[in-house]
């Protein structure tokens, strides 16, 4: 069993922010691998079901970005799981738009939802870092990073997301080269 959270901002306003990428990650992989219908549950929405042989729990706190760590630490308690047993999916500032990363552990670099979840669990999870660049100068990170994506973006995204979901067996089976490579090899093929 695993649990993957995407860290996002819950509600329509929100719906479109690059901020909200987690959340937009989880939903692209539930419809590609045909998950359970949403349910309410650990301060949040909830959906299961398989990849590959594993059983994995979606969770999107329902707590906001900086509360986050809350549900996913319930969930985790519940089903009596480890903190490398849990997955983030994040946006990521550091990265080129669209390029796809997974580490496990390392700093927060200023991101609530990272921060809120280390708090809860520990740092020795695995996070999808989800490249949403740099907006240049630091004044203007908070309007790129809860700003919506542009039109010229959403092929981008859906082709990214459309990736990320395809190639979620790797993550599952713990093959994270194999995952970032494949995804990487994806979005070429769509430039």
Sequence with gaps: MQI???????????AMHRHNVGFMAVDAIAAVHDFSPVKKGFQGWTQEGRIGGDKILLLKPATFMNESGRAVGEAMRFYKLEPSQVTAFHDELDLAPFKVKVKIGGGTAGHNGLRSTEAHIGNNF??????????????????????????????????????????????ANGNDPRFM???ALRLQTTD
């Design 181 to 183: 490579s494949d995804v």
């Design 126 to 171: 695995r996070r999808v870092r989800i490249g949403i660049g740099h907006p240049g100068h630091k004044d203007r990170v908070t309007g790129h990073v809860l700003g919506n994506y542009a039109k010229s973006e959403i092929d981008p995204l859906s082709d990214m997301l459309g990736a990320i979901a395809a190639e979620a067996d790797w993550l």
């Design 4 to 14: 993957w959270v995407g860290l996002g901002n819950p509600g329509a306003l929100y």
